[in-house]
């Protein structure tokens, strides 16, 4: 993964498109963009190039347009096999279900069919469909004692 500040002072349409291609090529996981914000007392609150939030907000999106993208790529690699994940909560607090979500060591949110008892250990799950946010798994089994320290 990597974060992203969009639209300092003086960045140009070209500039800002040199790093849409840079971050194409790459092919992250995942990007956390932001926009840049004036911070009074800075050097760069003071120069005169500042970039308009319309302009900023635009170049935001297409970049998380292309991170949820390039997610369900790097996720697609993984689908049909079976993956190491730490269920952490319910999928959804506010129905009675038994859909979990946790990460896998390689960080995918997988959401899959689980029991409370499992929350925390390492349980082994089969990646059935890459998406984003969440990837959908099946329970295969949870992991042993002494896997899970091989493991760790």
Do not use: C, W
Not at 110 to 121: I, L, N, S, Y
Not at 124 to 150: C, H, W
């Amino acid at each position: 993964t990597s974060d992203v500040i969009v639209g300092f002072p003086g960045e140009t349409e070209e500039e800002f498109m040199e790093t849409y291609r840079f971050i194409q090529e790459i092919g992250y996981s995942e990007l956390h963009v932001f926009p840049y914000s004036k911070r009074t007392g800075t050097p760069a609150a003071r120069m005169t190039d500042q970039v308009d939030d319309e302009t900023k907000n635009e170049r935001v999106h297409r970049l998380i347009t292309l991170s949820d993208q390039q997610a369900k790529e790097y996720a697609s690699q993984f689908e049909n096999e079976v993956l190491e994940v730490i269920p952490e909560e319910l999928y959804d607090e506010n129905e009675s279900n038994t859909l979990y979500v946790g990460y896998t060591d390689n960080y995918l949110k997988v959401k899959f069919e689980a029991t409370p008892d499992m929350v925390g250990k390492i349980v082994r799950v089969k990646l059935t469909k890459a998406g984003y946010p969440y990837n959908e798994g099946q329970f295969v089994r949870v992991m042993d004692e002494e896997e899970a320290s091989i493991t760790i």
